[in-house]
Structure formats: C-alpha cells, structure tokens
C-alpha cells in the first residue's frame, strides 16, 4: 500500500477515538491486541519501555522525557495520542514523526498479517500501536516512551511491559468508561509490571491507595521522593527548581508556558533517572528542557493579536489553563477571544465554569466563539454558546474551526487576545488554519 491507501485501510477500523459515547462501551480486552503483536514476533519486546499514563500532562511529559534520554545519548521512540495535524505525530524517533513512506509499509506489514487473527479485526489504535511498536523495532530504538491511549490495564499499549511505569494524575475523566474517579485510578494502575519503578504524581492519599498493591519493585511518589521546590515564571517559560531521589537540579529554564509543567517536568526527570539508573548531566537536563517543544499546549501562534493554542480538553485542564493565562498572559491584555470546542462526554458549563471565563482569568473575557470538530463526539457549537450565556458572557456559533478562527481574529482589536481551546481535535485544526494564514 502507498501511504494514502495505507490510511483509508486504517481508517476503515473501529475507531473509538471518533465515535460517540454510546457506541463506545464494550467489554474490555486485550485478546486482539496480543494475537496481533504475537503474529508480529512481539516487536514491543525488543527494547524497553517507558509506560505513561494520567489524566493530564501526559504528551508533554512523554516530550520531554525523549528529551532527557535523547540528550543522554539515547535513540528514542515515541507513541502518544491523538495527534494535532497529521496521524505521523503519533509515531516518531527522536522527536521526528516517522515518514509517509515507513509509516505506510509498516501498515501494509499490519494489513497483512489481520486476517490471521483468530480473535477478530484489530480496531484503528490496536493497529496504529502495533505499527508504532513494530517500527521502533525496525529503526532499533534504545528505549520507547509509550503514552496510554485510554485509562491502562485494558490499552492497546499494555501489552508492554513499562521497565519504568509513570502516572502524571488521576482525574474525573473517561468516567463514560470506568464510572467513579476511584475506578480510574485502579484502571491506571493496571500498567504496572512485575519488577517495574512506579513514578507516581498523584498525591491524593484516596486515589494513591489503588497502587499499594502493583507488582512494582519500587515506588517513587511525588513530594516524598522527588519535588519542584521553586516554580517561577520566566520570558518564554519556567525556571524551576526540582529535587529527585538522587539529585538536585537548581534553575533549570523550561521553555513551555504555565506552572502545571514544572509538575510534568519533575515527572519526566524523576523516569528518566529511573530508566538510566542514576542522575543526569545537569548541562544535558539543561539543554533538554530548553529545546524541548509540546505542540497545542499553550503554544504562542501569532502576536498582534496574540493567539494561543491550548488543548485543555477537560475540566482539570482548564483550570490550569486559566492559571497560566492570569500568571502569564494577562500583561498587556485587556480581553480574550475565545474559540471553544469540546467532545463528549465534557460539559461545556463545567468546562467554561473551570476556565472561569464568569470571574477574572487577568484579563476579561469579551466573548465565545463556538465551534465543533471534525467529529461525532462534537459537543453541539450551540450548548457551548448557552453555557457561556449563562456566565454573562457574549457568545456565538463560528461555524467550522477555521471560519471559527478567522471570526475570532476579526473580532479581536487593540489589546484583545484570542485563546483556541477545548478538545485536541479543535486545537489541531486551528494550528493548521493559523499555518495557512487564516484571517
């Protein structure tokens, strides 16, 4: 297959990634996936892996990690999930999406070997992670950092065995799937292997107790073992200052904007010391963190008006996402635009209530833009429109994501800001538009 004729065989998968919550439950299993990785000769086994999951600050902390390992001298492949523009992203070796070319015949290798399998057709993620863990393979990467695509005991990405096992957070997400916080939390914890190093960030002393019984050798748990002992804001980012169980790094720049990344940032050094057996070059940390980039996360796109992408996507993202907007933007703007477009299961008035667009983000929120992405799991541009009425605020339905943009910037003069936010879909849509000269 060509790379076009390699998409449209993926896309004619069971992708629950696009499909609506109600056609997304169903029994859980990883039968498929280890048939399919078995008729592969189990390409995940030949390199370790570094296993990721959490609610929030799972792909920045995935960047930056590859990083870490990256500058240490390492070759290092990537999986994460959605991607912004292109299905590329979500495979890469040193930070480089794989190419048309590799990622076509990988999933031609894939397409032939389905209709083997005995447990049934492998869905559109079982496929692409088979693909991803099949080309690190064959590029012989050293390590693979490998983000969770859904929760954990039951992803497609748990037939590895994560020699290092991070959790970011534990939040009231995918509840459609595992009903209460608490059950998330058990679900996340399913990644933990026999002789592995649990790096855990959660601190909630309810939702750490579903890891008291994982297989892991150790357990390094955040504020115990490892720490941000000082968060301030910088031009460009954060300098921070973070302590690990072997080590301690003082100042250290990290170019992304908002203090919830100092925590992703402590995550990623605390796995990567754990994967290499010891502290890193403190000249190495610094150069990783400094070039390091999260694509769609509070990511800058223009100036004049200033325009910020961020997929917050759920409520605990947009509370730190509101944050950063007070601590960081609000200097020199007097009011935001925002284009705003969600998927289901997210309500648009829990969202909108944790960005509070009602209250003071630093600056005042003018209006809403609503918008919907290129899916059936769209929240309706119009119930966003009503819940952002129902804070006082202006709003009105866009139309696509890129007519959507282009409103926002019309709409915008002097000191005022645009800000595209909700769901990653959105988020990569806008970045294309905005690329291409949008407005």
Do not use: C
Request: hydrophobic fraction near 45%; charge should be negative; aromatic fraction near 6%.
């Amino acid at each position: 297959m060509d790379y076009g004729e390699a998409l449209r065989w993926l896309d004619d998968r069971v992708n629950l990634e696009a499909s609506s919550s109600a056609s997304r439950l169903a029994a859980p299993t990883l039968e498929r996936m280890q048939e399919l990785v078995g008729l592969l000769a189990e390409p995940q086994r030949g390199y370790p892996v570094i296993h990721l999951t959490g609610t929030n600050g799972k792909t920045s902390t995935a960047r930056m990690m590859t990083r870490l390992l990256e500058v240490a001298g390492l070759t290092v492949g990537t999986y994460i999930s959605p991607h912004l523009e292109t299905i590329n992203e979500r495979i890469s070796r040193n930070g480089v999406p794989i190419s048309d070319e590799d990622l076509a015949e990988t999933l031609t290798t894939i397409a032939g070997v389905a209709p083997l399998m005995q447990s049934g057709r492998p869905s559109y993620f079982e496929a692409l992670t088979a693909a991803g863990f099949l080309w690190f393979a064959d590029v012989a990467v050293h390590a693979a950092v490998v983000e969770v695509g859904l929760l954990g005991r039951w992803d497609a990405t748990n037939v590895a065995d994560g020699q290092v096992a991070v959790v970011t957070n534990i939040g009231a997400d995918h509840l459609d799937y595992a009903g209460s916080i608490d059950a998330v939390a058990r679900e996340k914890a399913g990644i933990v292997k026999p002789g592995s190093i649990l790096v855990l960030g959660e601190t909630n002393p309810e939702l750490v107790v579903a890891f008291a019984d994982t297989p892991a050798e150790e357990v390094w748990r955040r504020d115990d073992d490892f720490a941000v002992l000082d968060n301030s804001m910088a031009v460009g980012g954060r300098l921070v200052t973070m302590r690990t169980p072997s080590s301690m790094y003082e100042d250290v720049f990290v170019r992304l904007h908002g203090a919830h990344q100092a925590d992703n940032a402590i995550l990623a050094l605390s796995s990567a010391e754990a994967f290499l057996g010891g502290p890193l070059d403190s000249e190495l940390v610094a150069e990783a963190f400094d070039t390091v980039a999260s694509p769609g996360r509070l990511e800058v796109m223009g100036h004049e008006p200033l325009v910020l992408l961020d997929g917050a996507h759920n409520a605990a993202g947009a509370t730190a996402l509101a944050s950063a907007m007070e601590d960081e933007f609000s200097g020199g703007v007097e009011r935001w635009t925002l284009v705003v477009g969600l998927l289901e299961p997210h309500s648009p008035l829990d969202f909108l209530g944790a960005l509070d667009v009602g209250g003071s983000t630093g600056s005042e929120v003018a209006r809403v833009v609503a918008t919907e992405a290129n899916s059936p799991r769209a929240v309706p541009a119009a119930a966003i429109v009503q819940a952002a009425r129902s804070f006082g605020i202006e709003a009105e339905v866009g139309g696509g994501v890129a007519e959507s943009v282009a409103r926002a910037l019309a709409l915008s003069e002097g000191d005022e800001a645009v800000l595209v936010t909700g769901s990653l879909w959105v988020v990569g849509e806008a970045r294309t538009a905005l690329r291409r000269g949008v407005g």
